[in-house]
Structure formats: structure tokens, C-alpha cells
């Protein structure tokens, strides 16, 4: 079945980086999109970047410039390099894909960016 697990989440103060790692396991990666999302405490659940199979990539608008999204088909992971990270950026970070009609999600790992 299709799995997905990230890791990488912590505390960090402002201005400092992260970078989250989402490992795919149950179905054909390498052509699938893949997403970050995040959802902060009372707020809906966002995307934050998205890569193509093909390695096109899009980003939030909040995001660009600071974060970036990659893959690597061989070891079917991808991650998220989070750089300049702001107070504002704390939220549970999710990785995502759809497959053959249907939505799959991490369970998430907590970013806490410090003031």
C-alpha cells in the first residue's frame, strides 16, 4: 500500500534552516507528483511546493525564494530545504501524493521556528 513518512521537523530559530525528508514506498514514485503541505494551529491545511515527476516545481507564494523542493527517483524520497525560516512557517509539515484516484498523506512532523 502506499506510505509516506516524513522526517525532519524540529525547533529552530528564525533565520535558520531545515530541511524535511519524506520517504514513498507502494507505488510507481518516479512518475507521481509529490507535495509539501503544511497546516498551522487553526488554519487550513496548505500546500507549500509541488514537484513533477518530470521535476517541474511550483511554490507557494510565501515560500519562494526561501524553500525548495527536490526528489530523487532512485531512493524514491523527496524533501523540502527550508531556509530563512520565519515565526510564521511554524505549522505540522505533510507530504503528499495521489494515486490512481486517491489522496495519500504523511503523518506529518512538526516545525516550531522560534522568534
Known amino acids: 500500500q502506499v506510505r509516506l513518512v516524513e522526517s525532519g521537523g524540529g525547533l529552530v530559530q528564525a533565520g535558520g534552516s531545515l530541511r524535511l525528508s519524506c520517504a514513498a514506498s507502494g507505488f510507481i514514485f518516479s512518475i507521481n507528483t509529490m507535495g509539501w503541505y503544511r497546516q498551522a494551529p487553526g488554519k487550513q491545511r496548505e500546500l507549500v511546493a509541488g514537484?513533477?515527476?518530470?521535476?517541474?516545481?511550483n511554490y507557494a507564494d510565501s515560500v519562494k525564494g526561501r524553500f525548495t523542493i527536490s526528489r530523487d527517483n532512485a531512493k524514491k524520497m523527496v524533501y523540502l530545504q527550508m531556509n530563512s525560516l520565519k515565526p510564521e512557517d511554524t505549522a505540522v509539515y505533510y507530504c503528499?501524493?495521489?494515486?490512481?484516484?486517491?489522496?495519500?498523506w504523511g503523518q506529518g512532523t512538526q516545525v516550531t521556528v522560534s522568534s
Open positions: 514537484i513533477s515527476g518530470g521535476g517541474s516545481t
Open positions: 503528499n501524493t495521489r494515486n490512481r484516484g486517491y489522496e495519500y
